[in-house]
Every structure is written in structure tokens, then in C-alpha cells.
């Protein structure tokens, strides 16, 4: 079973950059599509951007231009990497992981993200 743990969470004004990391427990490559959710009071909860297994990305509208996802397969983790912050980013940060699969995983619902890490918390202040 994998096992995710989010860091890299803190306060920044609008327009700063953070660099989130999910590190997992095992090697995700492939097998697996990778995800990062967030959740702000007052909002649904909903996807921010995800990877299928040949790398294949896809972002929410909201961040499209800002955010990206680097990934190091040699360390197991992912980054979602925030610069041009906005008060609207505000919100706490999950990683996830669907899989995994007999072949390259191709994302066919949100529903399928069944392993989650703890979340950290991102602020971004005007």
C-alpha cells in the first residue's frame, strides 16, 4: 500500500512562489497516475492538476500558466510547483495516487484516487 506525506506548506504573499513535495512509499512510475487536490473553507473540494503513467498532465483552469508538476522518480516524489500566488490559492494541499494498474495508468475518474497524504496548508496573503 502506498503511503503519501505532503510538506512544503507556509504563508506567502500574492505573487510568491512555494514548492509543494508528496513523497511516497514506494516507486509510483508508470503503474500509477498522481494527483493534487485542495480544499479551502467556503469552497468544494476540488482537483488542482494530475498526471497519467507516460506523464500526460492536467490542470484545473485556475492554475493553468502558474502551476506544474516536476516529478523525480529516482526519489519518488512529486512537486507542484507554485509561483504568481493568489489569495484564491489559498487552501489546504493533498497528493493522491490511483493505481496501481496492470499497465501505464490512464486516468478515467477522480473517484479512482484511492491513497491520500495528510495535506499541508498554503497561504497566500494580498
Known amino acids: 500500500q502506498v503511503q503519501l506525506v505532503e510538506s512544503g506548506g507556509g504563508s506567502v504573499q500574492a505573487g510568491g512562489s512555494l514548492r509543494l513535495s508528496c513523497a511516497a512509499s514506494?516507486?509510483?512510475?508508470?503503474?500509477?497516475?498522481m494527483g493534487w487536490f485542495r480544499h479551502a473553507p467556503g469552497k468544494a473540494p476540488g482537483i488542482v492538476v494530475h498526471?497519467?503513467?507516460?506523464?500526460?498532465?492536467s490542470y484545473a483552469d485556475s492554475v493553468k500558466g502558474r502551476f506544474t508538476i516536476p516529478k523525480d522518480n529516482a526519489k519518488n516524489t512529486l512537486y507542484l510547483q507554485m509561483n504568481s500566488l493568489k489569495p484564491e490559492d489559498t487552501a489546504m494541499y493533498y497528493c493522491?495516487?490511483?493505481?496501481?494498474?496492470?499497465?501505464?495508468?490512464?486516468?478515467?475518474?477522480?473517484?479512482?484516487?484511492?491513497?491520500w497524504g495528510q495535506g499541508t496548508q498554503v497561504t497566500v496573503s494580498s
Open positions: 498526471i497519467d503513467g507516460r506523464g500526460t498532465t
Open positions: 493522491a495516487a490511483a493505481g496501481p494498474y496492470g499497465g501505464y495508468c490512464v486516468l478515467a475518474s477522480v473517484s479512482e484516487f484511492g491513497y
Open positions: 514506494e516507486n509510483t512510475y508508470e503503474n500509477y497516475c
